[in-house]
T-cell receptor, first 114, second 116 residues
Framework: AQSVSQHNHHVILSEAASLELGCNYSYGGTVNLFWYVQYPGQHLQLLLK??????LVKGIKGFEAEFIKSKFSFNLRKPSVQWSDTAEYFC????????????FGTGTKLQVIP | GAVVSQHPSRVICKSGTSVKIECRSL??????MFWYRQFPKQSLMLMAT?????????EQGVEKDKFLINHASLTLSTLTVTSAHPEDSSFYIC????????????FGPGTRLTVL
């Protein structure tokens, strides 16, 4: 069975600080990896995704994530956060090929202080 | 971009009544839609996978007779919470995969169900 773990449940940063949110997954095969963001009062939006190719993936709003296969990790990074990045971030994994279900991590709540 | 809508966005009902939630893919066809439940301060829990023209696949522990899913067309899936009880109060979110596109899911805005 596939699983996703996010190590940080609640992160508080000052504006301009750098961000790294951890994500590790467990899956016995080729994976597709995603980071979703949920801003307060809004629905889930895709930040970035990895299917294959370059393991360093760039997403919207200056976010990037690196797939490290040997570590089963897909950490999310941003060099300088803004107050508007305050949201909940979910890492997700699905097996590649076919209509396989997506498994979400428990989420990390990011609070950016102005 | 791909848009998924849900209706209603918020519903309050009495215990024992049934509530239907609609999920629509507005600008793409989705042979597969997913229904999730999100408890406060927790992640999304997949309830079932809805397949157009066939029976839904339910996750372990989800009562199929309580959460009825119908995927009658390529753009519409419905979730009916039957004989709702206060413990069914939650945030229900659907997602859809574009039949022609990449294996990513597009999420609806969610439906807040409150059972009194």
């Amino acid at each position: 069975a596939q699983s996703v773990s996010q190590h940080n449940h609640h992160v508080i940063l000052s504006e301009a600080a750098s961000l790294e949110l951890g994500c590790n997954y467990s899956y016995g095969g080729t994976v597709n990896l995603f980071w979703y963001v949920q801003y307060p009062g809004q629905h889930l939006q895709l930040l970035l995704k990895y299917f294959s190719g370059d393991p360093l993936v760039k997403g919207i709003k200056g976010f990037e994530a690196e797939f490290i296969k040997s570590k089963f990790s897909f950490n999310l990074r941003k060099p300088s956060v803004q107050w508007s990045d305050t949201a909940e971030y979910f890492c997700a994994v699905t097996g590649s090929g076919g209509y396989q279900k997506v498994t979400f991590g428990t989420g990390t709540k990011l609070q950016v202080i102005p | 971009g791909a848009v998924v809508s849900q209706h209603p966005s918020r519903v309050i009902c009495k215990s024992g009544t049934s509530v239907k939630i609609e999920c629509r893919s507005l600008d793409f066809q989705a042979t597969t839609m997913f229904w999730y439940r999100q408890f406060p301060k927790q992640s999304l829990m997949l309830m079932a996978t809805s397949n157009e023209g066939s029976k839904a696949t339910y996750e372990q522990g989800v009562e199929k007779d309580k959460f009825l899913i119908n995927h009658a067309s390529l753009t519409l899936s419905t979730l009916t919470v039957t004989s709702a009880h206060p413990e069914d109060s939650s945030f229900y979110i659907c997602s859809a995969r574009d039949s022609q596109g990449a294996p990513e899911q597009f999420f609806g805005p969610g439906t807040r169900l409150t059972v009194l």
